[in-house]
């Protein structure tokens, strides 16, 4: 199984704007790794919720597009909510 999502590459970082992002339904991530800078990026949180309940999204090569560029990636982490069915972070490590 595939998996490919979009992403926007967040200009504005930190806590409050973390915040603002989960209230617009969406989850803050960061993609990092093999010496390349880091790149913040936001996601679909229902999108990502669904796919995470499969387990090959924690053992395949995910593709993320990043402002029409490809990134292949595998998940290093995910924060889930204390008791709401929510993601809160994901960390991404380029593949």
């Not at 990092?32 to 990026?41: D, F, M, N």
């Not at 990134?71 to 809160?88: E, G, S, T, W, Y």
Request: glycine share 6%; aromatic share 10%; no cysteine.
């Amino acid at each position: 199984m595939s998996f490919v999502f979009e992403a926007v590459k967040r200009e504005v970082i930190g806590k409050g704007a973390s915040r603002r992002l989960r209230h617009a339904n969406k989850i803050p991530a960061v993609i990092y790794g093999k010496g390349q800078e880091p790149v913040a990026i936001e996601l679909e949180q229902d999108k990502m919720f669904h796919a995470q309940e499969k387990s090959e999204f924690y053992t395949e090569v995910l593709t993320i597009v990043v402002d029409g560029k490809e990134i292949k990636v595998k998940v290093q982490d995910i924060q889930r909510h204390a008791f709401k069915p929510k993601l809160v972070h994901l960390d991404f490590v380029y593949a």
